[in-house]
């Protein structure tokens, strides 16, 4: 059974500073890994998707890195923002089923 | 990007009602669509996946007659909470595949709390 951890749980860091979440699973299987953006009673908002034969994507500030083989994954946070304040998901889809796994998230806080 | 819906964003009702929740794609089509459901500070876990015209499939250990999932068009889906009891309390949302490129979008959720 796929278990998907995240680490930290929570961080707190200045603005500006570049931080990395972890996100880790144990089946190496997986058909692609999403990482998400969850604000406080909120829904779901996708940042980025990796498939299982790629190694990285970026967007803006943000870039994912995935490491299929020793069941890893990164989100790397460049130049912190308050607005970047929120819970971020990671979630492996498995085999391609489209049936998500998620990690219980990390939450990050940008203080000004 | 595409847009999934949810309706109503919040609803509160008392135990032994049934309360119905609804998952719209607004601007794609969704043959299937998955329910999930998230406990404070925990993560979000699948209930089941609903497909258009045809039978929900539940994850192991969620009740079929409690969580009726209707799929009656390419895009919506219900989940009905039936008899609900203060245990059903949640948060319930809904993801729909955008499959150009395998990108799950959510809804905004719905915060049901029995009282």
């Known amino acids: 059974k796929q278990e998907v951890t995240q680490i930290p749980a929570a961080l707190s860091v200045p603005e500006g500073e570049n931080l990395v979440l972890n996100c880790s699973f144990t089946?190496?299987?997986?058909?692609?890994l999403q990482w998400f953006r969850q604000d406080p009673g909120k829904g779901l908002t996708s940042l980025l998707l990796?498939?299982?034969?790629?190694r990285e994507q970026t967007s803006g500030r943000l870039n994912a890195s995935l490491d299929k083989s020793s069941g890893r994954s990164t989100l790397y946070i460049a130049a912190s923002q308050p607005g970047d304040s929120a819970t971020y998901l990671c979630?492996?889809?498995?085999?391609?089923?489209?049936?998500?796994?998620f990690g219980k998230g990390t939450k990050l806080t940008v203080n000004p | 990007g595409a847009v999934v819906s949810q309706h109503p964003s919040r609803v509160i009702c008392k135990s032994g009602t049934s309360v119905k929740i609804e998952c719209r794609s607004l601007?794609?089509?969704?043959?299937?669509m998955f329910w999930y459901r998230q406990f404070p500070k925990q993560s979000l876990m699948l209930m089941a996946t609903?497909?258009?015209?045809?039978?929900?499939?539940?994850e192991q250990g969620v009740e079929k007659d409690k969580f009726l999932i209707n799929h009656a068009s390419l895009t919506l889906s219900t989940l009905t909470v039936t008899s609900a009891h203060p245990e059903d309390s949640s948060f319930y949302i809904c993801?729909?595949?955008?499959?150009?490129?395998?990108?799950?979008?959510f809804g905004p959720g719905t915060r049901l709390t029995v009282l």
């Open positions: 609903s497909n258009e015209g045809s039978k929900a499939t539940y």
């Open positions: 990796i498939q299982s034969s790629q």
């Open positions: 979630a492996v889809d498995q085999g391609g089923s489209e049936k998500l796994v």
């Open positions: 993801s729909a595949p955008w499959r150009p490129t395998d990108t799950q979008y």
């Open positions: 601007d794609f089509q969704a043959t299937t």
């Open positions: 089946d190496s299987a997986i058909y692609n």
